[in-house]
């Protein structure tokens, strides 16, 4: 996955100015304390930082 593919679901799945907020602002344990933006800048996957993202916002399977 490309980190705008990332993007767009999370835009999709969020809303525009949630899914920024939450990149931005919102930490995440399972992304070793680190911010949506952090890990993407550290080198996480955006395939892996989404599946993070999903499972702490309960995305229905048909949807990841």
């Given amino acids: 996955m490309r980190y705008t593919a990332l993007r767009q679901r999370m835009v999709?799945?969020?809303?525009?100015i949630r899914?920024?907020?939450?990149?931005?602002?919102?930490?995440?344990?399972?992304?070793?304390?680190?911010?949506v933006n952090e890990a993407l800048e550290d080198g996480w996957d955006p395939k892996r930082v989404w599946s993070v993202l999903c499972e702490a916002f309960e995305v229905p399977k048909s949807r990841r």
């Fill in 19 to 35: 899914a920024d907020t939450l990149a931005r602002d919102h930490v995440l344990a399972a992304l070793g304390e680190r911010t």
């Fill in 12 to 16: 999709e799945e969020l809303g525009e």
